[in-house]
C-alpha cells in the first residue's frame, strides 16, 4: 500500500477484486500512489460512512468505488464526500451487471457520481479518469495521458496496416 495515496479503491466484496485489479494496474502505470480496500455500503455501513467522511483530510483525491447488484456504494460514499467518486459497475449477478450499471449511474440530482462502463473496460477507464484528474495537477501524469493517446492511435494504425495486407492477400 503507498504511503501517501491520492485515489483510494474501494469495492464491495473481495469477489469484485478480478475486476478492481484493472484500476490498479492503470494506477500503477501512471505512477499515482493508491490504497485499495473492501467495504460495503450493505454489510459495513458505518465503516463505508467513516471511509468517506475521512478520505479527503487523509489527502485522498479521487475515489473510484466497484460494486456488483444493487451497488449503492460509489452513491453512498458520494453521499459522504465532495471529493470526485468513480462507480464501476461490476457484473456479479445473473443480471450481468445491468444492476450495478443503473444502481450507480442514477443518482438524483446532488450527488454526482462518474459512471464508468460494466466489467474490466469500466475498472481500466476509472482509472485513467482518475489519472486525467490528478494530471490537471501533475505534469508527470499529464505527459503519461499524451503518452496512452499515442499509443492508442499508434495501435490503430498498425491494426489497420494489418487489415490492408490481409485484404492484398486473399
Ligand atoms: C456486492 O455484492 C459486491 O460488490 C459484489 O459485487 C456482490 C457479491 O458479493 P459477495 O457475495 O461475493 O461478497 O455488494
Do not use: C, W, Y
Amino acid at each position: 500500500m503507498a504511503e501517501n495515496p491520492l485515489v483510494s479503491v474501494v469495492m464491495g466484496s473481495d469477489s469484485d477484486l478480478e475486476i478492481m485489479n484493472e484500476t490498479a494496474k492503470v494506477l500503477e502505470d501512471f505512477g499515482i500512489p493508491f490504497e485499495i480496500d473492501v467495504t460495503s455500503a450493505h454489510r459495513s455501513p458505518a465503516r463505508t460512512g467513516e471511509f468517506a467522511r475521512t478520505a479527503a483530510s487523509r489527502g485522498i483525491k479521487v475515489i473510484i468505488a466497484g460494486a456488483g447488484g444493487a451497488a449503492h456504494l460509489a452513491g453512498v460514499i458520494a453521499a459522504e464526500t465532495t471529493l470526485p467518486v468513480i462507480g464501476v459497475p461490476i457484473p456479479s449477478t445473473p443480471l450481468n451487471g445491468m444492476d450495478s450499471l443503473l444502481a450507480i449511474v442514477q443518482m438524483p440530482a446532488g450527488i454526482p457520481v462518474a459512471t464508468t462502463a460494466i466489467g474490466k473496460a469500466g475498472a481500466t477507464n476509472a482509472g485513467i479518469l482518475a489519472a486525467q484528474i490528478i494530471g490537471l495537477s501533475n505534469t508527470s501524469v499529464a505527459a503519461k495521458l499524451q503518452q496512452l493517446k499515442a499509443k492508442l492511435a499508434k495501435s490503430v494504425e498498425e491494426k489497420s496496416q494489418k487489415l490492408q495486407q490481409l485484404r492484398k492477400r486473399s
